[in-house]
């Protein structure tokens, strides 16, 4: 195994967390094997957490060194789950759009784009985007979730019952 990835659905996004680099797993057993970009396995960790800011701060420290294609595209992916977290849904697609130029079917970054699209109305693209996911990662609970979040929005469940709580009289009570 090259990368080892690790994924959490944090609130509404998917995290990536970058290990172990190939060139840090063909050194000798002595190694110690690691995150092989600190910062950007550090920006994870605190998105899973639910810090968004400091993730992202620490998310964008990483890419700045990011070496392998993996890595950028987790990254990446990352700073847009990231502006989700934080509300900022025009601020998180550049970074989604830039994962998908290296991986194009990349699902934790369709998700996370599917989710910004979402919450910004865009609501074909969402589902486009979602659609994607759901081909790449068919079994994914964050796909999955997601899948129930756009459900949320454009079709969602309206209850049926009506709780009449008005006391009525009983023939026992009538005078």
Known sequence: MNTA???????????CVALASPAALAQE???????????LHAGAELLKDGQAAAGLERTLKGLEYATTPR?????????????VMLGRY?????????????????????VNRSLAYLKLGR??????????????????????????????????VAPHVIIDDRRQTSDAETP
Not at 29 to 39: F, L
Not at 71 to 83: D, F, I, L, Q
Request: aromatic residues 4%.
């Open 90 to 110: 025009e601020d998180a697609l550049p970074w989604c759009d830039r994962a998908l130029e290296i991986s194009g079917r990349n699902w934790r970054a369709l």
């Open 29 to 39: 057993s002595k190694s110690v094997i690691g995150p092989s970009n600190m910062d």
């Open 5 to 15: 990835m690790t994924i959490a659905a944090t609130g509404l996004v998917v995290v």
């Open 123 to 156: 609501i074909e693209e969402a589902e486009a985007d979602l659609i994607l996911a759901e081909e790449e990662a068919p079994g994914a609970r964050s796909v999955k979730h997601a899948r129930s979040i756009y459900l949320d929005v454009t079709d969602p």
């Open 71 to 83: 890595e950028k595209v987790a990254g990446m992916s990352n700073a847009c789950a990231a502006y």
